[in-house]
C-alpha cells in the first residue's frame, strides 16, 4: 500500500513535558552505558497526542535492532532499565512481561517497567500474523513499515525517534493528524477482520478525539457488512465489547459513537440485544449456554427501520441533555452512562410487566453488554417507574395540576422503584425526561430540539418541587416506626410495610400532618375496617 521509501519526517514542534524528556534521556543513557545496538522510538499514542498538544502518560518505546546481531527484546531492555536506575540512586524495579507465543515468538515478548515513576512499555519491532478464528495474533520480528502497518489507525502508528527528535510516519499518520481523519494503514477490511476490536476502538477515537474535529475515515464505516459483524461476534468477547461501550458513553461525544454504531449496524444487531442463558443445576461455576438471542430492534425489516429511526431521535433530543454540563442534571460519568443506555432501551420496555422485566432487563445489562448487576438492578428500577408512569396515565394534564391528589399519587407511585442506594439520585428526573418526551410531547422527536425537551422537563419539575415533599416522599424520616405502629394498632408483621407507605401518602398530602394526628387517623381507619 505504501511505497518503500525513507519516512515522511517532521521535527517535533512542540514541546515535550520535563518528566518525559527525563525519562527519555534516562533511555538513552541506557542504551549508551550497555552498549546496546539499538534505535529508541516512542509509538503510538504519546505521539499523536503530543502532536495534538494533549497530554499522554502512554510511554510505549518500540526496538529497532541494528545490524545481523541477536534481537534485543523488551524484556532484555526493561531489565536493563532497572538496572540502571538501582545503579543511580534509584530502587531497582519490577519488570513485568507479557509474552507472545513463547514457544514461536522469541525476542517479541512486551515489557513494562517504571522509569521516573513513569510505566513505560517496550516492545522489539514486531510483524503479526492471524488466522481465522482469533484476533491473538501470531508475532514475529517485524521492520519498521510492517510494525506500522500492523497498527490500527495511522493517526496511531507515528514513530518519535529519540536520537534523532524526529516524528518519522511510515504510513499517512501526519497527513491524517492535519486532517482530522480516522484512517486505518491498511485495507480496513482486512484490518478488522483480523482483529474487528479495531472497528470498536475506531468508534471510541472519534468519540474521544470528536473535540479535535476528528472522524472516521469514510472506508471504514462502508466497510461494515453482515460478514464483518459475524467476525466480531465470533473474535470479540461480550465482556470486552461491553467495555469498549462503556468507554464510548463515558467520553466526551457519546452521541457521535451512538450514530456510528447505529450507521454500522452494531448497535442494534450485537450491542441491544438480550442473551438468554439456559437454566443449570449443578456448579454455579459452569459456563451456562446460550438459549436464545433476542435483539430490541426486532426481527422484521420494517420494526428494525422503525427502531432505528427512534433510536436516532432519542440520540438527537435526548442523550445530549444527559452530558451536558448546563442542564439540570447532575450525573457523574458513571451515572450519565447509565442514563443514556435507559433512553436507548426505555421504547423497547414500555408496558412491559414487573416480571418480564425482571428476565429481560440482566439478559442485555448483565448477560449481553456484561455490566454490573447494580447497573442492572438500576435499569430495572428505571424502566419499572416509567411504565408506572404509563399505566397511571401520567399526562400534561397532570403535569399542569400537580397541586391535585391524583396527580400527586402518580408521581407517588413511580417514584416508589427508585428508592434503592444503587439507584442514582436524578433518576426520576432521567425517566420523566424520557416519559414526557415520548408519551407526552411526541413531535419533540421529529420536530424539535435538546433545548425544546428541557424546556419542556424543566416546567414540569418545577411544578413537581412546589409540591414538597413529593419528590422526596420515599425517603424521609417518618415520625412513627414500624415496631411503634404495630403495637398501637395491632398489625401483623405483613401489614407493616403497606401502612408506612399509607403514613408516606398521607404526608405528601398534607405536610402539616403531626405524629399524632397520623396516629389518630390510622387507628380511626383500622377501626373501620374491623367494624
Known amino acids: 500500500m505504501f511505497e518503500k521509501t525513507l519516512p515522511r519526517v517532521l521535527k517535533l514542534n512542540v514541546s515535550i513535558p520535563q518528566a518525559h524528556q527525563q525519562v527519555f534521556d534516562c533511555l538513552r543513557h541506557v542504551k549508551e552505558e550497555n552498549r546496546l545496538p539499538v534505535v529508541l522510538r516512542v509509538a503510538g499514542g504519546w505521539v499523536r497526542d503530543t502532536l495534538l498538544g494533549l497530554h499522554s502518560n502512554d510511554i510505549d518505546i518500540a526496538i529497532e535492532t541494528l545490524g545481523s546481531g541477536d534481537v534485543v527484546s523488551g524484556e532484555q531492555f526493561a531489565r536493563a532499565v532497572s538496572a540502571y536506575q538501582a545503579r543511580h540512586g534509584d530502587r531497582e524495579h519490577t519488570v513485568g512481561v507479557i509474552r507472545v507465543n513463547p514457544a514461536l ?99 471510541r477515537f472519534a468519540g474521544q478525539l470528536g473535540p479535535n474535529g476528528f472522524h472516521l475515515d469514510p472506508s471504514i464505516v462502508q466497510c461494515v457488512d453482515e460478514s464483518l459483524l459475524d467476525v466480531l461476534l465470533a473474535k470479540v468477547s461480550r465482556e470486552r465489547i461491553g467495555k469498549e461501550f462503556v468507554k464510548m458513553l463515558a467520553g466526551p461525544c457519546p452521541t457521535v459513537c451512538i450514530d456510528l454504531l447505529l450507521s454500522m449496524c452494531i448497535l442494534q444487531r450485537i450491542l441491544l440485544v438480550e442473551v438468554h442463558l439456559k437454566s443449570t443445576k449443578g456448579k454455579k461455576e459452569t459456563p451456562q449456554e446460550v438459549e436464545r438471542l433476542v435483539a430490541l430492534v426486532g426481527d422484521t425489516p420494517a420494526e428494525a427501520e422503525h427502531a432505528v429511526l427512534g433510536l436516532g431521535q432519542v440520540n438527537r433530543v435526548v442523550c445530549p441533555l444527559l452530558i451536558s454540563h448546563s442542564s439540570s442534571f447532575a450525573l457523574t460519568k458513571e451515572d450519565a452512562t447509565l442514563a443514556m443506555v435507559f433512553a436507548l432501551i426505555a421504547p423497547f420496555y414500555r408496558g412491559v410487566s414487573a416480571d418480564e422485566l425482571q428476565c429481560r432487563v440482566p439478559a442485555l445489562c448483565v448477560n449481553a453488554l456484561k455490566l454490573p448487576s447494580a447497573f442492572s438492578s438500576a435499569m430495572n428500577r428505571m424502566l419499572l417507574s416509567y411504565n408506572i408512569l404509563l399505566s397511571n396515565a401520567f399526562s400534561m394534564t397532570d403535569a399542569a395540576t400537580m397541586d391535585q391528589l391524583g396527580a400527586k399519587m402518580k408521581v407517588f407511585d413511580a417514584l416508589a422503584p427508585l428508592n434503592d442506594k444503587c439507584v442514582p439520585a436524578d433518576a426520576f428526573k432521567v425517566v420523566l425526561l424520557m416519559y414526557l418526551t415520548l408519551e407526552c410531547m411526541p413531535h419533540l422527536f421529529t420536530e424539535g430540539s435538546p433545548q425544546d425537551c428541557f424546556g419542556l422537563l424543566n416546567n414540569v419539575w418545577r411544578g413537581m418541587e412546589m409540591q414538597a415533599p413529593l419528590l422526596d416522599a420515599h425517603k424521609l424520616d417518618l415520625p412513627i416506626k414500624g415496631n411503634e405502629l404495630r403495637r398501637m394498632l395491632g398489625l401483623e408483621p405483613k401489614e407493616i410495610g403497606s401502612t408506612l407507605l399509607e403514613v408516606r401518602k398521607m404526608i405528601v398530602l398534607n405536610p402539616s400532618h403531626t405524629r399524632e394526628s397520623i396516629i389518630q387517623q390510622l387507628q380511626t381507619q383500622v377501626r373501620k375496617r374491623d367494624i
Do not use: W
Open 105 to 203: 515468538s522469541k525476542h517479541i515478548e512486551t515489557a513494562t517497567v517504571n522509569v521516573l515513576d513513569f510505566p513505560v512499555e517496550f516492545c522489539a519491532l514486531r510483524a503479526d500474523d492471524y488466522c481465522s478464528d482469533s484476533r491473538i495474533p501470531r508475532v514475529r520480528v517485524g521492520t519498521l513499515m510492517e510494525d506500522a502497518q500492523r497498527r490500527d489507525f495511522t493517526i496511531n502508528a507515528l514513530f518519535y525517534n529519540l536520537e534523532r527528535e524526529e516524528v518519522e510516519d511510515y504510513t499517512t499518520g501526519l497527513g491524517d493528524l492535519e486532517a482530522r481523519v480516522i484512517r486505518c494503514p491498511i485495507r480496513p477490511e482486512d484490518t478488522f477482520k483480523d482483529d474487528p476490536l479495531r472497528l470498536l476502538r475506531g468508534v
